[in-house]
Every structure is written in structure tokens, then in C-alpha cells.
């Protein structure tokens, strides 16, 4: 009996722990969220090898993943595109991939971030790196992996302080024991990197709303992006980089494959930036031209500018709904997408 008193008194004292612990995470301002990890990508990418030739596949860096809308487009189009995009990556890892592992032949759209589209080969380079991990993860995952993942979902979904998100708002055990400073540990004197995004299972991003309402937590996403700029870094890999895109783009085509070129929104510290380390003249023209394939820059449209990035590089979530529409009705004006309506 006392046995039994003790497991109640044990499980009832570690409810009121769990909630008290989740009450303390809502009260400063977090909530529940999916993490956007390698399982979750992975997921996605499952479902390329399904799809027909009438289907679309994302990849880039951040910039699509946050500009272009999945609910908006399956509004347009009849069906959601698949978004395999990954903040601070090269895309060429992922099209690679796809590419040369897949039967898919419908249509790729290929974010160009010239950083990092431009950035290396280099295979330990984290723009390369990081979506390679992704790839490699959904090539070697284990069934124990995946039925894992699938139990996080409803854990995900119902509590805040099981959050993955690394950097200063990271809240699970790992994370915060990390930030405990003990004697002369040195910390990585990069500002702090808020997360400032709501990501749903089918990976699609939006912009919190904080964001365009609190100029002093926008500012910290600029400071960190002036720190990366700031600190120097090998020169773009320009020569290599293309090489090893137009070579898979090649095999791509030949598969009856199309590709869509996309050069999302940027401004201020950053569009000076991107204009002299990667000018379009020596970077996207060039590349538009050997690639010879659609491709959609938005200074060459109107209605695609004088948008709202609170942080130079990402846009707010009305504006990204408003990118989206206006994007695929200008593809569809040049034939590339079928002009569907659905109810």
C-alpha cells in the first residue's frame, strides 16, 4: 500500500510540475509550436516521389519558405506545392537530390538567395551542410525515427516548453542548460536570434505579427544579419556553384523536368549587401541566361516591390500572401501555371 501512496504522491507531484512548468513558458510569451527539424523535412520530401508531372516542389533558403503562401496557392492553382525550403541553406544540395534520386518531373521553383545559392560546394560549409543533413536523414531514417516523430506531433502540438527552437529562445532542458554561465565558459558573441516565425506540419512559415508591430524585437533579427554580414567569410563560389546546378539542371530537363528561377524581396542593409558582394549583372543574369529556363526577379515587377520586410530580408504575412498571388498570376500569364480556381 504505501507503495501505491508513493506513485500517486510521485505522479501527482510531477503533473503539478508539468503544469506549473508549462504556465511559466505561456506567461513569458511562448507557445506551442511544430519544430521544423530534419524529421519534419523529411516528411515532406516522402512525398515528392508521388507526385505527378502537374506538381510543384519549393526549395531555397528562408525567403520562399516565408514569401510563398501554401493555402494562397492551392487557392489559385487547385493544389499545394511542396515546401522543402530551409532557413540559411543552399538550395543545390536538395536539387541534387532530387534530381538524381527521385522520378519526379513536374516543376521545381529554385529560390535564388545570391549568398547562398552563390555561397560553396564545400560539402562541411553549413549552407551546404545543413540541407545535406536533411537529405541524408531522409535516405537513412529508421522506422524507430520515424514512429518517433509521428508521437511528437500531439506532444508539439499541445506544449510550449518541448520547443526545439535553438538560439536565445530555445526552452527545452538542453538548450537551457546551455545558457547557464559557469566560470569563464565563453559564449558565441553572435546577438541574439529570436525566433520570428509560425510553422505548421506541412512546413508552411509565417511571420509572427510581433514582428511588424514591435520595432525593437525586429531589430535584433537585423543585428544579427548585419553580425553574419559583418564578419567577413570566403568570396562567393560563383563558378562552382553554377557549374554544379546547370550540370543537375541538365539531367533535370532531360527528364522532361521544368525549374522556375525565383529572386525574392530584400532591402536595405541587406539588398546593399547582396548588390555589392553578388551584382545581379555578374551573378542572377548570368545565371538566367545558362540556365535557360523562367525566371522571375522581383525588381522586374511593380507589383512585387515596395513590400514590408521588417528585417530587410522576409516579409510580413499579408505581404507574403499578396507576393504569392501576384507571382503565380504573372506565371500564369507566361503559361507556366494552369489558371485553376478552386472553391
Known amino acids: 500500500m504505501n507503495l501505491k501512496k508513493s506513485l500517486i504522491v510521485a505522479l501527482i507531484l510531477g503533473a503539478m510540475g508539468l503544469v506549473g512548468w508549462e504556465l511559466y513558458w505561456r506567461s513569458q510569451g511562448f507557445s506551442k509550436s511544430i519544430d521544423d527539424n530534419d524529421a519534419l523535412w523529411a516528411l515532406e520530401r516522402s512525398k ?5 508531372k502537374e506538381d510543384v516542389v519549393l526549395i531555397g533558403s528562408s525567403r520562399v519558405h516565408f514569401d510563398i503562401q501554401l493555402d494562397e496557392w492551392k487557392k489559385i492553382t487547385g493544389k499545394k506545392p511542396i515546401q522543402l525550403s530551409s532557413g ?5 544540395p536538395v536539387f ?18 545570391p549568398g547562398l545559392f552563390f555561397s560553396t560546394t564545400y560539402p562541411e560549409a553549413p549552407p551546404w551542410a545543413w540541407p545535406q543533413a536533411r537529405v541524408d536523414h531522409f535516405h537513412n531514417r529508421t522506422f524507430a525515427q520515424r514512429i518517433n ?20 529562445d530555445g526552452i527545452n532542458l538542453k538548450e537551457l542548460l546551455g545558457k547557464v554561465k559557469i566560470g569563464d565558459r565563453v559564449f558565441d558573441p553572435m546577438p541574439p536570434f529570436h525566433s520570428f516565425e509560425h510553422i505548421r506540419l506541412d512546413r508552411n512559415v509565417r ?6 508591430t514591435d520595432t525593437a524585437f525586429a531589430n535584433t533579427v537585423k ?10 567569410g570566403p568570396p562567393p563560389d560563383k563558378e562552382g556553384t553554377m557549374s554544379f546546378f546547370l ?14 528561377l525565383l529572386r525574392c524581396p530584400s532591402t536595405g542593409y541587406l539588398r546593399d549587401f547582396e548588390t555589392n558582394v553578388t551584382p545581379r549583372n555578374k551573378f542572377w ?5 545558362k540556365a535557360s529556363v523562367k525566371a522571375y526577379h522581383f525588381e522586374d515587377y511593380p507589383q512585387l516591390q515596395n513590400l514590408t520586410l521588417p528585417e530587410w530580408s522576409h516579409l510580413i504575412a499579408d505581404d507574403a500572401d499578396y507576393f504569392t498571388r501576384e507571382f503565380i498570376k504573372i506565371m500564369q500569364l507566361d503559361g507556366i501555371l494552369p489558371n485553376q480556381k478552386t472553391n
Open 48 to 52: 515528392v516521389d508521388d507526385l505527378s
Open 88 to 92: 540559411g541553406c543552399s538550395p543545390l
Open 96 to 113: 541534387h537530390d532530387i534530381v538524381n534520386t527521385s522520378p519526379f518531373n513536374g516543376t521545381i521553383l529554385v529560390g535564388v538567395t
Open 149 to 168: 516523430h509521428k508521437l511528437s506531433i500531439p506532444l508539439q502540438s499541445s506544449f510550449a516548453f518541448i520547443s526545439e527552437v535553438e538560439g536565445i
Open 207 to 212: 511571420m509572427k505579427k510581433r514582428m511588424e
Open 223 to 232: 543585428k544579427v544579419w548585419q553580425f553574419f554580414m559583418s564578419g567577413g
Open 247 to 260: 550540370e543537375d539542371l541538365k539531367k533535370f530537363k532531360e527528364k522532361g523536368g521544368n525549374v522556375i
Open 285 to 289: 543574369d548570368e545565371l538566367v541566361e
